[in-house]
């Protein structure tokens, strides 16, 4: 089967889009529907995952929502491209990490075409750029595999609302800055959701 390839005009609410994942990765498993590449916004929100621990909510009147996906405490809200996937992994190679590096390249790759230099962190999950001397989180990776198929994706930081941040400790990782591309390049990154789509597809087709 083809890769289905879905952009959202409008924000799409968290639990709406989690339960269309779920199900999506339900037919991929039984081979009803095709897989797929879904970018989309989502309203502000907090989600934790599979990982997250109290100590990570800073701010203890936000409510959270809590997944399956890998990794602990993020925020997603409108300026933030979101990127999820339903990938069969039997189809390709049955490898975790192989995966995981894909989403990695991808956003390295693409931020490439901004001249952004961003480098993957082993230790801690996401993709990170430095910036008048300093590193920080442009982007956040959480994946969840169930009978080798993925689902889930990765959410890059274009122009969010970074104070949100302060509520919380990102992915767990005290003492580490977000960042916004916008703040880097100085200016709207055209084109982004395709150059995401292309490097996406010829990582995982290389």
Not at 9 to 20: N, W
Not at 154 to 173: H, R
Not at 180 to 205: A, G, H, Q, S, T
Request: proline share 3%; hydrophobic share 40%.
């Amino acid at each position: 089967m083809s890769i289905e390839i879905k952009i959202s005009k409008k924000p799409v609410e968290y639990y709406k889009a989690f339960k269309t994942l779920e199900k999506r990765h339900l037919d991929v498993i039984n081979n009803k529907k095709p897989e797929l590449i879904w970018i989309l916004e989502h309203p502000s929100v907090f989600t934790a995952g599979v990982s997250f621990k109290d100590e990570d909510l800073l701010d203890k009147t936000q409510k959270i929502i809590k997944t399956n996906r890998g990794g602990r405490i993020t925020y997603h809200g409108p300026g933030q491209l979101v990127f999820y996937v339903v990938i069969n992994l039997k189809k390709r190679k049955q490898d975790i990490r192989w995966f995981i590096n894909i989403l990695e390249n991808t956003l390295i790759n693409t931020l490439r075409n901004y001249k952004v230099i961003a480098k993957a962190n082993r230790k801690n999950v996401g993709i990170w750029v430095k910036h008048k001397r300093k590193i920080k989180k442009i982007a956040a990776i959480g994946i969840k595999i169930k009978k080798w198929v993925a689902y889930h994706g990765f959410s890059l930081n274009i122009n969010v609302n970074l104070k949100e941040y302060k509520k919380i400790i990102p992915c767990g990782l005290k003492n580490r800055n977000v960042i916004n591309l916008v703040d880097i390049i100085n200016k709207k990154p055209l084109k982004i959701k395709n150059y995401i789509i292309y490097n996406f597809l010829n990582n995982l087709e290389d």
